[in-house]
């Protein structure tokens, strides 16, 4: 079920979204200002965000930035055009005005799933028991999480999007070097070998070879 957090203190339109909402069959949950959305979303996070400006404590401005990574409507009394590109520029995925239109609303909401679905889908990376999901930069083994380093991340990460090919050290260095300045030639393959470590540990197989005197790949056939 999708989920989707309101965040409006206006009790009676927030009553009205949450009737709306579950009625199609998505799960909601309610956030009185921008304070206690930021503590609902510590704890779950939402497919789906939707976003009154005026709040108690933080406001809706304030809460947009914390919000990266799920799509966001705002649905806000303000009309000034000005405003609503600065919110759209800002993060916001779509603006509606209050008062909204029931059905429009659905189908902004149904625009915004489908494209966040397919986001998701170019997210993914996986290699055998291996997820990677690079927009939330979260890797998983057998469904456990395992935590890496930044620099193990973007050898993995780049190790799975040429799986089937030899990455060899210098070009690793070039690609990882946006993500991690610190990794050196030197220091390569003590990463390696940790990030080799990890994997291992959870899946119970070895997922990268070395290549002698070139560089590493993906381990063809796995062994134990």
């Given amino acids: 079920m999708k989920q989707i957090l309101v965040i409006d203190d206006d009790i009676h339109i927030g009553n009205?979204?949450?009737?709306?909402?579950?009625?199609?069959?998505?799960?909601?949950?309610?956030?009185?200002?921008?304070?206690?959305?930021l503590l609902v979303l510590s704890v779950r996070r939402?497919?789906?965000?939707?976003?009154?400006?005026?709040?108690?404590?933080?406001?809706?401005?304030?809460?947009?930035?914390?919000l990266a990574g799920i799509p966001v409507i705002v649905l806000s009394a303000e009309t000034k055009a000005d405003k609503k590109a600065e919110l759209l520029l800002g993060g916001a995925a779509d603006y509606m005005t209050k008062p909204f239109d029931r059905?429009?609303?659905?189908?902004?909401?149904?625009v915004q799933m489908r494209?966040?679905?397919?986001?998701?889908?170019?997210?993914?990376?996986?290699?055998?028991?291996?997820?990677?999901?690079?927009?939330?930069?979260q890797v998983k083994v057998s469904g456990q999480t395992v935590k890496l380093t930044r620099t193990e991340y973007a050898v993995l990460k780049l190790l799975m999007q040429n799986a089937a090919q030899v990455v060899t050290k210098s070009v690793m260095l070039d690609r990882i070097c946006e993500d991690t300045p610190d990794c050196m030639e030197s220091s390569l393959k003590v990463h390696v070998s940790n990030l080799r470590r990890k994997l291992k540990d959870i899946g119970g197989k070895d997922y990268i070879e070395a290549v002698w005197g070139i560089g590493f790949k993906m381990r063809e056939s796995i062994g134990a």
Avoid at 103 to 110: P, W
């Fill in 16 to 37: 009205l979204l949450e009737e709306i909402l579950t009625k199609e069959g998505y799960g909601v949950s309610r956030a009185y200002s921008g304070t206690e959305a």
């Fill in 46 to 66: 939402p497919d789906l965000v939707l976003l009154d400006l005026m709040l108690p404590g933080l406001c809706g401005e304030e809460v947009l930035p914390k």
């Fill in 103 to 110: 059905k429009e609303l659905l189908a902004r909401i149904t």
């Fill in 115 to 137: 494209s966040a679905a397919a986001r998701n889908r170019t997210n993914v990376l996986e290699y055998e028991e291996i997820l990677m999901d690079t927009g939330l930069r």
